[in-house]
């Protein structure tokens, strides 16, 4: 029987692996150049999507009339990309549409109810009790179109995603993975409380994850990493493993990275990067069904990922930004640690 270490701390797993891997007393070099490692930065970003983009043509288009749940309906496709399809119109009236264990992850990003003013036909001012039961109504479907170990991101503020995580918690396809706290000071002090600086960004699975690939960050950017809580031994030199605290994202500002024609905030490349690379494979299905800047849809076509998206108001944006190659990437100095086992040698957590 396989053992199991999930409920051993970070100290306990990094004793274990060291007692059983003692470093050697003279150790050898370790080169970082490793032709299994995809690093994502922009120096070898067009080598990589360039790879990636061959990789997924093998899959094949998307056909607009293979999503749907019967031959009597119709989905007519907005826009039709060389890696995915874009639909014009209200999620539901989509996803209860799509067929069942249609797409490898799902990532949503919908409205945060603030009241903002997005396009004509977008609400964001419910109440309450109706916001969270729309939301589940969206999140139902997108659990049933996701395929057995595919994976589940919200991104939404802690205080949504408090009740709508405890509203996937109880559905019995799902596993929780991780609540990933995304820091961004996007806003001034509230008199009375804590500044909030993070947004929250779940992650479920449906059943054991089919893909987990291992993502390490860069070390010695913004301020040197040394150690694992005083375990300097233990580190990596391809890199650190990527948190579940992610303080180097940075803020969608400058107008390169975002459409002056949609004025709502936009996500950073390096959330999608981290998602789509450790998630998914070359050519699996992408579903974001809150288009918003197409900012997903653009990360898929780079990385050879198919995606399906949905967008109520900012079509044409989507459909500018993605034919035109006018908005640029952040930074990424990510690395997929491949293949699929650890340093040490142990399945990952996919295995």
């Not at 396989?2 to 701390?9: K, Q």
């Not at 860069?218 to 031994?233: A, Q, S, V």
């Amino acid at each position: 029987m396989r053992r199991r270490y999930d409920d051993l701390s970070d100290d306990d797993l990094i004793e274990g692996l060291l007692k059983t891997f003692p470093p050697p007393k003279n150790p050898t070099p370790l080169s970082i150049s490793r032709t299994n490692d995809i690093s994502l930065a922009p120096g070898s970003r067009d080598q990589h999507d360039g790879e990636m983009g061959k990789r997924g043509e093998s899959r094949g288009r998307l056909h607009p009339e293979s999503l749907a749940r019967s031959r009597e309906l119709t989905l007519q496709p907005r826009y039709v990309a060389p890696s995915g399809v874009l639909f014009e119109g209200d999620c539901l009236d989509y996803l209860l549409r799509f067929k069942s264990d249609l797409v490898d992850t799902v990532f949503a990003d919908p409205p945060f109810n603030l009241g903002k003013s997005y396009g004509d036909r977008t609400v964001d001012s419910r109440t309450d009790a109706d916001y969270v039961e729309w939301c589940q109504r969206w999140l139902r479907e997108c659990v049933r179109v996701l395929t057995p170990g595919g994976a589940l991101f919200v991104y939404n503020l802690p205080k949504w995603n408090l009740l709508l995580g405890a509203y996937l918690m109880g559905l019995a396809d799902l596993q929780f993975r991780h609540s990933i706290a995304i820091e961004m000071k996007s806003c001034l002090p509230i008199p009375g409380r804590l500044y909030p600086a993070h947004y929250s960004l779940l992650y479920f699975t449906k059943g054991k994850p089919k893909t987990f690939r291992k993502i390490r960050t860069c070390r010695h950017c913004g301020g040197e990493i040394r150690d694992y809580g005083g375990h300097r031994k233990a580190m990596n030199p391809l890199g650190v493993n990527l948190k579940d605290v992610w303080t180097d994202i940075p803020p969608v500002r400058h107008w390169k990275f975002k459409s002056r024609e949609r004025r709502a905030n936009a996500l950073s490349t390096k959330v999608l990067d981290r998602v789509v690379e450790m998630t998914t494979g070359p050519g699996d299905i992408v579903l974001d069904p809150f288009g918003g800047s197409g900012t997903t849809y653009a990360v898929c076509e780079s990385r050879g990922r198919r995606w399906i998206g949905i967008e109520l108001d900012f079509c044409d944006e989507i459909v500018d930004r993605l034919s035109g190659g006018k908005l640029k990437h952040h930074r990424n100095d990510d690395k997929v640690d491949e293949p699929h086992v650890d340093l040490f040698g142990w399945p990952s957590a996919a295995d």
